[in-house]
């Protein structure tokens, strides 16, 4: 499903004291824990909003959120309906063809088969994920079969429900899905590394934002913030690491 | 890649046949035209049966609607209910977690002698399940036209035929059915070219799509996707769905003509009502 | 937090935690969003009339570029399917607003708007502009989705009105001539006053497809019904104070009966309207076939 204007500001981040201050509109999707989601009060939450909140501040810019559907968020960014995405987007090649990225805030992603079923055939049978994803892309490459659905759950629910052998996400995405499905869930073959990791994406023609955002994220990269952050929302001692 | 070549190997595409991959670069004019074209397949599909099946389930539907029999009424009428007062948009949703309930690994039918093995697992493709939603959908809403066409023959019909000594099922077959048909016309064309609208929210509403194989709407959102342009391939789907739109109507206007060829034409032109409060779905 | 035992969800059992969880924030949003249904009907109705109106008019004008307008109007739905037209129109109307106001407000423009896939309209020509609080932005969106559904469902109450004005008797119309009305004088003494009632079953029926086009609402980005049922039903893990299976099949029954109970009410008071205003008026063919 295709939501191409996009949609509700839900929240200014900073407070907007200074109303001569630069304001950027990032958009997320709020359907993706722990990267981005919205919490049970309805508000957005999760490792890029908490980020985001730090790197907006030390960039001085009033950031404000506004959740969008994932498929059309780089048309509505092209068309100037918001600034940035900050959505778990991976960077690649594709992708910086149309848009830029800053640095990457998390690095590679690893991505995963999760299955109801441990000899599950997720290499030539039926593989669902999510669409226009870095995962979606990869599983029609290979011999398997995709199965495309608008949403990361409908993705998994395909798997529950018998529609897909096997889901493709990221495995950060999957793994509180797999531990709580009380062995419902197996993880099969192995976790693969796609992209270049995740930034956020801006137009080409923003080079002012872009480097603002840059300097804002290699500040707490160096300061070892960035780290704590991936500590505290990615599993502790197994986070992924700058 | 030539224009004749692209059309080789996406032509076919939406069926599953030529290329694996969607293209990944290029984006032409030829290519948008040909796998948009490819998609109209589905479309043209989950349209003509729908229409089919949906027009004999209708005329069962008005005519059970009729019956003195609650029994036979109630169920007519909750069925008609359901599938007009609701969207189609939130049926499609709800038939397609409906579905997805059935055990996975068939049912098995005791039917005595022996058991019938059900598969089940075809129901939630988009081929048979969204098909299964658009025949109940125009089901419904043709039997509302076909009923208020029942309604109004002329009671000099039936008192007529009756006179001829032309009663129960003769009557219907040769009276009532036909002068049915010929009054509901108008009416029933625009709910088939409404539905055939209506195709275009398969992929978009809970169906998946399998292996990239979608309708019209779905390459070209694709399209719009890749090439961040909606300017191009939804004018090309309206496009299609223009041209085929009056091929539907010239088609059902001939229908429409045979039925009414034994009238003079002014009676024709009498009788074809003005406003048709089914214009639309 | 409407109850104070809602403090530590996770602790919580059976009602309640269920009345916990069916009054959390988002839960709160979704019974808006049924508000939004309504205010959006509320508001598309007339305006989506008076666009018909003009079409109808229009397609009756003697001056001929109008009446082709008119005809074009009244076609297009016939032709192309509704749910294309939305996906494509609403970016259409915002860009094109914002290339208008590019070449009125802006300094620079020895730049194309259009470029390397981007559109660049300058920070002053932006609707709302960027900086506009979060409300605005709403109110922008829900506005040109009004505005986007009023096209739409405007040409079709254009084709109702003008089988309507067709539908008035001729000899009408000519008695009125021979009085030596106008044509001015007789469209707004005759013509319209009477084609109401000719209009009026086509134009109920319309009301009821415009309910049921309401989640399409969702396709245009407006957060409505079927997106908080898809984002509330959706399995939560234990990220979420209320974790759940996928419930998404009892929020989409719970919209059937929203939308099944909203077409039954506006039906039954439909009826009335029209028995009352058909009484006593000589409606030969009781709105013809159906």
């Known amino acids: 499903m295709k939501k191409l204007i996009l949609t509700t500001a839900i929240l200014a981040l900073t407070g907007g004291a200074a109303s001569a201050q630069q304001v950027v509109r990032l ?27 730090t790197l907006c501040e030390r960039a001085e810019v009033t950031c404000e959120w506004v959740t969008t559907d994932w498929d059309g968020m780089i048309p509505n960014l092209q068309s100037g309906n918001f600034d940035g995405i900050v959505a778990g987007m991976s ?3 594709e992708r910086r063809e149309a848009i830029d990225f800053t640095a990457s805030y998390y690095p590679a992603i690893t991505s995963a088969y999760a299955a109801m079923d441990p000899d599950a055939d997720f290499a030539t049978g039926v593989v669902s994920a999510q669409v226009n994803t870095i995962q979606a892309g990869h599983i029609a490459e290979t011999d398997a079969t995709l199965l495309e659905y608008t949403t990361p759950d409908e993705a998994v629910a395909a798997v529950r429900n018998g529609e897909a052998d096997a889901v493709f996400a990221d495995s950060d995405y999957l793994k509180p899905v797999v531990d709580e499905s009380g062995g419902e869930f197996v993880w099969v073959g192995e976790a693969i590394a796609l992209g270049e990791g995740i930034g956020m994406g801006l137009r080409k023609s923003d080079t002012e934002l872009k480097a603002t955002f840059d300097e804002a994220i290699d500040s707490m990269k160096a300061d070892g913030s960035l780290n704590e952050l991936l500590q505290k929302w990615f599993g502790g001692e197994e986070a992924p690491q700058f | 890649m030539s224009c004749f070549e692209t059309i080789q190997a996406y032509g076919l595409r939406s069926l599953g046949i030529g290329e694996r991959l969607l293209p990944r670069e290029g984006y032409d004019l030829c290519q948008q035209f040909t796998l948009i074209g490819s998609g109209l397949i589905w479309n043209v599909y989950f349209a003509a049966i729908a229409l089919a099946l949906g027009f004999a389930l209708a005329t069962l539907l008005a005519v059970g609607k009729r019956a003195r029999s609650a029994w036979i009424r109630k169920p007519c009428d909750w069925f008609v209910f359901i599938f007009r007062g609701s969207p189609l948009f939130i049926q499609f949703f709800v038939a397609y977690q409906l579905l997805v309930l059935l055990p996975r690994d068939g049912v098995t039918l005791p039917l005595g002698l022996f058991d019938l093995h059900v598969g089940t697992d075809w129901v939630t493709r988009a081929w048979a399940g969204a098909a299964l939603v658009l025949f109940f959908n125009t089901a419904a809403y043709t039997a509302e036209i076909f009923l208020g066409a029942l309604r109004s023959i002329p009671r000099g019909d039936l008192e007529a035929a009756e006179a001829y000594g032309i009663t129960g099922w003769q009557r219907f077959r ?3 059915w036909p002068t049915m048909l010929r009054l509901a016309w108008p009416a029933y064309t625009n709910e088939a070219i409404f539905l055939f609208h209506a195709t275009t929210l398969v992929f978009f509403s809970g169906f998946p799509a399998f292996q990239q194989r979608g309708d019209a709407l779905y390459y070209a959102s694709y399209f719009a996707g890749r090439t961040f342009n909606p300017f191009v391939p939804y004018p090309i789907v309206a496009f299609y769905f223009i041209c085929l739109t009056l091929v539907l109507t010239w088609t059902f206007g001939r229908i429409g003509r045979r039925l009414n060829r034994h009238l003079p034409t002014n009676e024709t032109r009498r009788r074809r009502p003005r406003i048709l409060p089914q214009i639309i779905r | 937090m409407m109850f104070s035992f809602c403090a530590d969800p996770k602790s919580l059992e059976g009602l309640q935690w269920l009345s916990c969880y069916l009054t959390t924030g988002t839960h709160m949003s979704f019974y808006g969003s049924f508000l939004t249904v309504l205010v959006l009907l509320a508001v598309t109705a007339p305006v989506a009339l008076a666009f018909g109106f003009g079409g109808a008019v229009a397609g009756r004008s003697h001056v001929a570029p109008l009446r082709w307008i008119g005809k074009t109007y009244m076609a297009m739905v016939r032709g192309i399917p509704d749910i294309v037209f939305f996906l494509f129109f609403i970016v259409a109307l915002d860009q094109g607003l914002e290339y208008l106001f590019h070449f009125v407000r802006c300094e620079d423009l020895s730049q194309p708007v259009r470029q390397a896939g981007e559109f660049r309209a300058c920070p002053a020509a932006k609707i709302p502009p960027g900086s506009a609080p979060p409300a605005i932005h709403q109110i922008y969106n829900f506005a040109l989705a009004v505005f986007t559904f009023a096209i739409v469902f405007g040409a079709f109450a254009a084709n109702v009105l003008s089988g309507a004005m067709q539908a008035v008797p001729r000899a009408q119309l000519e008695t009125a001539e021979s ?25 109920s029926n319309l009301w009821m497809v415009l309910i049921k086009a309401t989640p399409l609402l969702f396709i245009l980005g407006i957060e409505d019904v079927v997106y908080w049922a898809q984002q509330l039903g959706a399995m939560k893990t234990q990220t979420f104070s209320y974790p759940h299976p996928d419930w998404r099949l009892w929020y989409f029954l719970g919209l059937l009966v929203f939308y099944l109970l909203l077409t039954k009410v506006s039906e039954v008071v439909l009826d009335r309207i029209m028995t009352r205003l058909r009484r006593g008026l000589p409606m030969a063919e009781n709105g013809a076939t159906a």
């Open chain 1, 27 to 53: 958009a997320t999707e709020g359907a993706y824990p722990p990267f981005n989601f919205i919490n049970d009060a309805g508000e957005p939450d999760g490792f890029e909003i908490e980020l985001f909140d």
């Open chain 1, 91 to 93: 960077i690649t090649p």
């Open chain 2, 174 to 176: 040769r009276i009532q």
């Open chain 3, 179 to 203: 009085f030596g009305m106008t044509p001015r004088q007789i469209n707004r003494r005759i013509l319209i006053p009477q084609m109401w009632v000719y209009a009026l079953p086509g134009l």
